[in-house]
């Protein structure tokens, strides 16, 4: 059956070539002669006897100007461009003519089955995330021939075509250049994904912000004045009182510090500033950050954490603040224990002895998947088996393609 349907094809496009030809030269010999025997009847009495000699170097000059205008028409009216480049030039500039990437994948499918006179084109590009857009023009039919699209050795998607192209080298130059139309079909939408992961995080560092305003810096100051209030009325009457409630005041007054600090180093880490994490090493720079007022924190880093990418390194430091800042305000812990090691990828855990896992730690919890799906990896935050609470991280070890 196939073979029939092969056979068939075969014919018709032999058909077509001899149409194409026979369509080509008549008109061609029509408008010669035209030429030629307009200029012997219009100027012989001008000319004489050079009227034979006028009248064949023109025809001559015209012919392969001619030939080529009217092979265009042809073609035209046909649907059956022969020439490779004219068809992968308009195609070309069909996609040129595109607003957009996602229109020029359209636009660049409908001239891809003009070109190949397919009666139907599909193509597939994988965008990030494992999705697929699919753009068709006509359908593929039950037999169709399927060209994966190539672009720098790597795969890009799909051309299926409806039955077998008459010319394979044809198909394979449009190919190449649908390929580079899904690459940046795959741009774009890698392009709008990292957009609307930008605007997910910047929301949730904006929540984060008014949380802990809200419900940590914001009571505390709050406190704080109602007891510098009472030790000032207390201070003539009862100075054991007053000293007593300045103590207080002096606590609270270290624990808003240690919230404004927390408050900034969200925003701005130090160990991004200055040297940079590349300079002191993500194994330093966690050190650094475990040494603050607050519960015992303890740092184990099996092996080396050298030549980590640096997306990898502030990714992990930011988690590492991010749960830290959690076991520091809610979870009433007295130790803490951050871990680093590299196995298939740099794996990162900050777990405590704390309560639990209170609502506000849930809420954190979204923004420390978003630090580790920047890179590619993912975050979980979990209730211990012993008590307390677990922030598992695992980022991989490449490089951004």
Not at 24 to 30: H, P
Not at 280 to 301: C, F, K, Q, T, Y
């Amino acid at each position: 059956m196939r073979a029939a349907v092969l056979s068939g094809m075969d014919r018709r496009g032999r058909a077509l070539v001899l149409l194409n030809r026979a369509l080509v030269y008549a008109a061609l010999t029509a408008v010669v002669g035209a030429v030629y025997f307009g200029i012997i009847t219009l100027g012989g009495p001008l000319l004489g006897s050079l009227s034979g000699l006028v009248a064949a170097l023109a025809a001559g000059a015209l012919f392969h100007p001619v030939r080529l205008r009217l092979q265009d028409v042809v073609n035209r009216l046909l649907g059956s461009e022969r020439d490779p480049y004219r068809l992968a030039d308009r195609v070309s500039r069909t996609v040129q003519e595109a607003n957009g990437p996602a229109e020029a994948l359209a636009s660049a499918a409908t001239a891809t089955r003009r070109a190949l006179g397919a009666d139907g084109v599909v193509v597939e590009v994988v965008l990030p995330g494992g999705r697929v857009r699919r753009v068709a023009d006509g359908e593929p039919g039950t037999h169709p021939s399927v060209v994966r699209l190539m672009w720098h050795g790597r795969s890009m998607g799909w051309l299926t075509v409806a039955g077998e192209p008459r010319d394979p080298a044809l198909l394979d130059m449009l190919a190449r250049q649908l390929a580079e139309v899904a690459h940046a079909v795959q741009l774009s939408a890698d392009l709008q994904r990292s957009r609307e992961r930008m605007l997910v995080t910047r929301e949730e560092e904006r929540h984060r912000l008014r949380r802990n305003l809200h419900d940590g810096l914001g009571p505390t100051l709050t406190s704080l004045a109602l007891s510098v209030d009472e030790a000032r009325r207390s201070l003539a009457s009862d100075p054991d009182a007053a000293e007593t409630l300045l103590s207080k005041a002096r606590r609270q007054m270290s624990e808003a510090v240690v919230d404004v600090r927390d408050l900034v180093y969200g925003l701005r880490p130090p160990a991004l500033d200055g040297a940079g994490l590349d300079e002191i090493g993500l194994e330093s720079a966690l050190r650094m950050l475990a040494d603050a007022p607050g519960p015992r924190v303890d740092v184990v880093v099996p092996g080396s954490l050298a030549e980590l990418p640096a997306a990898v390194e502030v990714a992990a430091y930011k988690i590492a603040h991010e749960a830290l800042a959690n076991v520091r305000r809610h979870a009433r812990a007295t130790t803490a224990l951050i871990r680093v090691e590299r196995r298939d990828g740099l794996w990162l855990s900050v777990s405590d002895d704390g309560i639990g896992l209170p609502e506000q730690r849930r809420q954190g919890a979204a923004l420390m998947r978003a630090r580790a799906e920047e890179v590619g990896g993912a975050c979980e935050i979990d209730v211990r088996p012993g008590g307390g609470t677990e922030v598992v991280a695992r980022l991989p070890l490449r490089e951004a393609g």
